[in-house]
Nanobody, 129 residues
C-alpha cells in the first residue's frame, strides 16, 4: 500500500512564497513519476509540475518561472517552491505518484491526472490580493 501526504499549504498575500512538501511511503520507488496538481473551486484538477523516472521536470505554462519542483530520492519527498504567488494560484494542491516507472515525451507530459495511481488528501493554498 502507498501513502501520499502533503503539507505546507497556507494563506499568503499576493507576491508571497510558499513551499509545499509531499512524502510518499509504502511500496513505491523514489524513481516513479510524481507530480503536483491543483483544483480551484468549481474547476477541474489541473497539473502544475511533475517529474519523471529520468528526473525530467515539466511545468504548466501558467507557473513557469515562478514554481520550482525538486525531489529528494533518499526519503521519497517531492517539494514545490512557489514564488510570486497570485490569487489565480489559489486552490487545493494535491500530490500524486505513479504505480511504476514513466518517462515524459510525446503526448506524455506528466500533467494529466490519468497518469497517476496514488493521491494525497491535499493541502490548501490561498492567495489574497
Amino acid at each position: 500500500q502507498v501513502q501520499v501526504v502533503e503539507s505546507g499549504g497556507d494563506s499568503v498575500q499576493a507576491g508571497g512564497s510558499l513551499r509545499l512538501s509531499c512524502a510518499a511511503s509504502g511500496h513505491i520507488s523514489s524513481r516513479y513519476c510524481m507530480g503536483w496538481f491543483r483544483q480551484a473551486s468549481g474547476k477541474e484538477r489541473e497539473g502544475v509540475a511533475a517529474i519523471d523516472s529520468a528526473s525530467k521536470v515539466r511545468y504548466a505554462d501558467s507557473v513557469k518561472g515562478r514554481l520550482t519542483l525538486s525531489r529528494d530520492n533518499t526519503n521519497n519527498t517531492l517539494n514545490l517552491q512557489m514564488n510570486s504567488l497570485n490569487p489565480e494560484d489559489t486552490g487545493m494542491y494535491y500530490c500524486a505518484a505513479s504505480a511504476g516507472y514513466c518517462f515524459f515525451g510525446g503526448t506524455v507530459t506528466g500533467l494529466d491526472t490519468d497518469g497517476y495511481n496514488y493521491w494525497g488528501q491535499g493541502t490548501q493554498v490561498t492567495v489574497s490580493s
